[in-house]
């Protein structure tokens, strides 16, 4: 081997180091590159057009056609957990608070409040919570997940059209978190990497009494794991993605970074201030008493 090729493992093992990808043996799991996103359409019409489209298909988010696809073949390249806590401001949806991506549990979420993991209890807490308050926390609790798309499928004028090796993102939360670890990770065999494997995505309805909703199976094939060759096209170009999502993560954890520990400046400058006035603001409080 020579000692370009070593240079370049090394480069791939720095790389799955970093994004999280060998399957492990417990469940723990930006501006930079703004990817499409895949999601399952959930109505009966296309959002603005009102086009009719099939419910229950596949399609990507930002793409210059939306093509709906009634399936996926979907490399995953990196899984991480994320904390996203949302709210309304002014009458505005707004994002009021998140944490770095972690690969598990295990490691810190620090978030942009100065906190960590955007406040979430634990779960022993959050069992003796009632229901909507534990669905608030629940929420908040992501499990995302990057990697290459193919898909044929049509628009919603009828034009087929084929997408692939497509970066994207997905979000999972609430009755979807898990869906990606237990129908994907651990399936996998112990020590293996996360982008060796593809798996055929397909989507299945369900309901409870008025709510709906779709969740992801995942068909994962085992017989035929990829083996890296920097040498071939293929390899080179997802040893790239590889390093673009590693290039997004490291700037969205340094910026949640820089507000953490700018909060908890100003946390610890609040507490001088404050016992610098010392007595004084007890005197103050008598006088209006």
């Known amino acids: 081997m020579n000692d370009l090729a070593n240079i370049e493992n090394n480069d791939l093992a720095e790389l799955s180091e970093f994004l999280g990808t060998q399957v492990g043996n417990d469940s723990g799991g930006s501006d930079i590159a703004r990817v499409p996103e895949l999601k399952i359409q959930a109505k009966p019409q296309q959002k603005g057009t009102k086009k009719a489209v099939t419910p229950g298909t596949f399609y990507l988010t930002n793409m210059d056609k939306i093509v709906y696809s009634e399936s996926v073949k979907f490399r995953p390249i990196c899984s991480h957990i994320q904390y996203y806590h949302w709210g309304e401001v002014d009458g505005k949806r707004k994002l009021i ?34 229901k909507p308050t534990q669905d608030h926390w629940r ?42 670890w237990n129908g994907f990770m651990k399936k996998l065999p112990k020590g ?57 993560i490291k700037a969205e954890n340094a910026y949640v970074d820089s507000k953490y520990f700018e909060a908890l400046k100003e946390g610890a400058l609040d507490d001088i201030a404050t016992e610098a006035l010392g007595d004084s603001l007890d005197d103050d409080f008598e006088a209006v008493a």
């Open 97 to 130: 608070c998140k944490s770095r991506a972690t690969k598990n549990h295990s490691d810190e979420a620090r978030d942009t409040n100065g906190g960590v993991a955007c406040g979430m209890p634990s779960y022993e807490a959050r069992k003796q919570m009632d």
């Open 192 to 248: 293996r990497q996360l982008f060796e494997y593809e798996a055929t995505l397909t989507s299945e309805y369900k309901e409870r009494g008025e709510v709906e909703w779709y969740i992801l199976n995942y068909d994962v094939d085992l017989s035929n794991p990829l083996v890296m060759d920097l040498k071939d096209d293929y390899s080179k170009s997802l040893r790239d993605t590889m390093k673009v999502f590693a290039d997004t």
């Open 139 to 180: 929420a908040m609790q992501h499990r995302v997940t990057r990697g290459l798309v193919t898909m044929t499928g049509k628009t919603a004028d009828g034009e087929e059209v084929t997408i692939e090796n497509q970066p994207i993102i997905m979000f999972h939360k609430k009755s979807t978190y898990s869906g990606f």
